[in-house]
């Protein structure tokens, strides 16, 4: 039973949200569409937890790989794995689901069936970009994204949604082309060097780019996952988008989506074109550099809190982006640090930003304003969320202690001893980050109740407290045991920084049958046996 369910568990963790997001579309009574909906969320969770558990930290190869060929005459395959540069990703988009739909529980009443099924295929979206090693399937699940959250913005968001929902469309649809692009040249290359067809990302690997193409490829690819983490300057359709698109858009927005970005530079991008990613890593460096440094200065200037969240996700996106390309430490390997942390502050950005903005979508829901001038002395009144804001505040600007800190200081360590000006470049995000969050907390929570109508606002509530709790605890977890979470990656990690520039994914045969039995590190051609073959 466990074989079998070792076999099929990725694409049920896929395809189950697809599923139960169909089903939704059939029925029509509310408090039976949101349990539907939240029992497919946790059946997706369940299945991650398997893998969570049965992940062999040890091996830096894929795991619980599926291979069909699909259209062999053209190389395309469905491949699925997952290995540590994805586990915490995927568990996070899982986790982050089900507390999405409890925060939604009583929000959304337009159209209820249709909100619930769009998050569903949303997340499956989500999940099989992750998971997918073919360029086919990765493209597809890719653009799959695009189309829900398009409508979750533009049918439930706020004035603007229209304008917002389009301007992130066309980004991102923009940004794919590029994407597109490059990979039917890179499958047109494989076969001029293999002379056989072949989308699998696994034998694109393989594939030998002169320097002067990398370039190019490398740019397209860069341009689609700079759109989507986004980096400066093609960020701007992010805070339009963040500002309309309703609390739970704008958690699944910031939680997951943007690190899609990240993650593309990590798979496709530096392990595709490294002699393109050394050549370019000063640029995007600068980049990042700035976009660190603007983000934190344009959300220092907010009046409205979520616009100023929004902008500090560029900022702290940006030390991402510093870890995952600016972290070229010689000789061939990357700055081991500087990765870790990088892929480390994915998930708790994820986490802390997803709570600021559930954050402010209670006192949204209570105020019906989010404009900064309009609050003061909400601690005497709120006591709970004050607690909850100051935890995920303290997170988002790194105190020790918090996941923030763990994150940015493996960054900065790992940048400092290859850049130092760089990582001195980006301290200062941390300390205008500071400045920044302290400043809206003050204003939201300290000094006086400034209107009458705020002096009778209800505190948390449980279905609040249900979702925002597990948020909380998360964040002092990662913050002082990272190594719960370290431990299942670092050896990917590691592999990684080291081999990036001949990268070369090997697979791990997942046995078990017998509590006594060990995974294998084997070559994809033994172990990656094509069902049906």
């Known amino acids: 039973m466990f074989s079998m369910l070792n076999d099929l568990i990725l694409s049920l963790m896929i395809f189950t949200p697809l599923v139960f997001g169909v089903g939704l579309l059939g029925i029509k009574n509310v408090k039976i569409a949101r349990t539907v909906a939240m029992f497919g969320a946790f059946l ?4 991650s937890l398997h893998v969570w558990f049965y992940f062999d930290g040890s091996q830096s190869g894929l795991q619980f790989v599926e291979a069909y060929e ?98 992130f469309f066309i980004y991102t649809v923009v940004g794919s082309l590029f994407l597109l692009v490059a990979a039917i040249l890179m499958y047109i290359e494989y076969h001029s060097q293999f002379g056989v ?66 993650y593309g530079f990590l798979r496709f991008a530096l392990p595709l074109f490294p002699e393109a990613t050394e050549a370019l890593a000063p640029a995007i460096m600068l980049l990042g550099i700035i976009g660190i440094l603007y983000g934190a200065f344009t959300a220092w200037v907010q009046e409205d809190a979520k616009k100023l969240v929004a902008y500090s996700s560029v900022s702290h996106l940006g030390f991402v982006v510093l870890g995952c390309v600016g972290f070229y430490a010689g000789a061939g390997e990357m700055s081991v640090e500087a990765l870790t942390g990088s892929v480390y502050q994915m ?36 006591p709970w969320y004050a607690v909850m804001l100051i935890i995920a505040t303290l997170s988002s600007v790194g105190l020790p202690g918090t996941g923030g800190f763990v994150g940015e200081f493996l960054i900065l360590l790992g940048m400092f001893q290859v850049y130092p000006i760089v990582s001195f470049a980006a301290s200062l995000g941390v300390l205008f980050g500071a400045v920044y969050m302290l400043s809206m907390v003050k204003r939201i929570l ?42 299942k990656v670092k050896v990917s990690v590691e592999y990684f920084a080291k081999n990036y520039r001949q990268y070369e994914v090997s697979v791990v045969e997942n046995h078990l049958d017998s509590p006594d039995s060990k995974l294998q590190n084997t070559g994809w051609s033994e172990s990656a046996k094509f069902h049906g073959e």
């Open 44 to 47: 997706t969770f369940l299945w």
């Open 70 to 167: 699909w259209l062999p005459a053209l190389g395309i395959k469905y491949i699925v794995g997952i290995d540590g540069l994805s586990l915490l990703l995927v568990m996070l988009t899982t986790f982050l689901t089900i507390l999405i739909l409890i925060s939604q529980w009583h929000v959304v009443e337009s159209r209820q069936r249709y909100f619930l099924s769009l998050f569903m295929f949303l997340e499956t979206g989500m999940l099989g970009a992750l998971l997918a090693f073919d360029m086919v399937f990765f493209y597809l699940f890719w653009e799959a994204m695009l189309i829900p959250m398009y409508f979750i913005i533009g049918i439930w968001g706020s004035k603007e949604r229209i304008y917002a929902a389009n301007k």
């Open 197 to 262: 067809y072949s989308t699998s990302l696994i034998d694109l690997y393989k594939v030998k780019i002169p320097y002067p193409q990398q370039i190019w490829y490398f740019l397209a690819f860069a341009v689609a996952f700079a759109i989507k983490v986004p980096m400066w300057p093609f960020h701007t359709w992010l805070p339009d988008a963040h500002v309309q698109a309703p609390t739970a858009g704008s958690v699944v927005l910031a939680g997951i989506l943007l690190k899609l970005g990240t």
């Open 347 to 382: 998930i708790n950005h994820g986490i802390s930003t997803g709570a600021l903005f559930f954050l402010v979508g209670m006192i949204y829901e209570r105020c019906h304003t989010r404009d900064l001038k309009e609050f003061g002395g909400l601690a005497k009144v709120m």
């Open 446 to 487: 300290f000094g006086n109740v400034t209107k009458a109508d705020n002096e009778k606002l209800a505190d948390l509530n449980g279905r609040e407290f249900l979702y925002i709790t597990p948020l909380a605890v998360l964040i002092f977890v990662m913050g002082i045991f990272p190594n719960i979470f370290l431990d």
